[in-house]
């Protein structure tokens, strides 16, 4: 499977519609992007289940700005629609293959299992909170 070019109106449909997504997110002037882009591509031939997409971030400024990356080139990996993969920098072809295989045997119930509990944990302050302040009200 060949790349796919995303763009704002794509990105959000395409990680719910497909198992696997990597996307890159790159720019024409950066040399590290033009390193990694074959690399990619490369992947793209050998994982044909999985959705490739690139991210062309002139082109993509609000797309780029919304996923607050550090920087470019950056993978980032989603599985069922989760992220479970961000990094910014171009891998070496032996890394994405590692990156990939990890995502392919991740247990995605467990996965939710700890984003449900961080869910938890966040909201458990403000519940605290908002009890505290209606008792000093009281």
């Known amino acids: ?11 959000g449909p395409t990680i719910e519609d497909n198992e696997i997504v990597l996307v890159d997110f790159w720019a ?6 033009s390193m990694f882009s074959p690399v990619f591509e490369a992947a793209s031939d050998k994982h044909e289940d999985i959705f490739f997409g690139t991210v062309d971030t002139d082109a993509e400024e ?3 700005a919304q996923m607050q990356l550090a920087g470019i080139p950056a993978l980032m990996v989603f599985r069922d629609g989760i992220l479970v993969f961000d990094q910014a920098g171009a891998l070496p072809a ?5 990156v990939i295989e990890a995502v ?7 996965v939710r299992a700890l ?3 961080q869910d938890a944990a ?6 605290e909170e908002s009890a505290e302040a209606e008792s000093a009200q009281a």
């Open 1 to 11: 499977m060949a790349t796919t070019a995303l763009t704002g109106a794509t990105f």
């Open 28 to 33: 024409s002037w950066c040399p590290p992007c």
């Open 62 to 64: 609000e797309l780029f």
């Open 94 to 98: 032996h890394v994405l293959e590692q």
């Open 104 to 110: 392919r045997t991740l247990d995605m119930d467990e």
């Open 115 to 117: 984003l449900a509990e």
């Open 122 to 127: 966040e909201e458990e302050p403000a519940e």
